[in-house]
């Protein structure tokens, strides 16, 4: 059974700092490529960033600069930091194995004063 399990989310004011992890079991984690996306009230899911399997990461512009992705394939987990938050990054967060349907559950983010 393949389970993919969010967290780390949060309210934090603007500029504020969190880190999201997502725990992978059921998949052999270290050959797919991770990525992580969010969901915003009323918006359509949008991609946030990627790390592939060789850890190079990728970032939507809207985050370049701010959040880092990274991985570590002993602990078949995938990690979202994220800084210099805005009110706009409030949202869903899920994490994604690239070219699946497997999903997490999500952990919501929310960026106010």
């Known amino acids: 059974q393949v389970q993919l399990e969010e967290s780390g989310g949060g309210l934090v004011q603007p500029g504020g700092s969190l880190r999201l992890s997502c725990v992978v079991s059921g998949i052999a984690f270290s050959i797919y490529n991770m990525d992580w996306y969010r969901q915003a009230p009323g918006k359509q899911r949008e991609w946030v960033a990627k790390?592939?399997?060789?850890?190079?990461?990728g970032y939507a512009d809207s985050v370049k600069g701010r959040f880092t992705i990274s991985r570590d394939n002993a602990k078949n987990t995938v990690y979202l930091q994220m800084n210099s938050l805005k009110p706009e990054d409030t949202a869903v967060y899920y994490c994604?194995?690239?070219?699946?349907?497997?999903w997490g559950q999500g952990t919501q983010v929310t960026v106010s004063s």
């Open positions: 790390i592939r399997s060789g850890g190079v990461p």
């Open positions: 994604n194995a690239e070219f699946t349907n497997y």
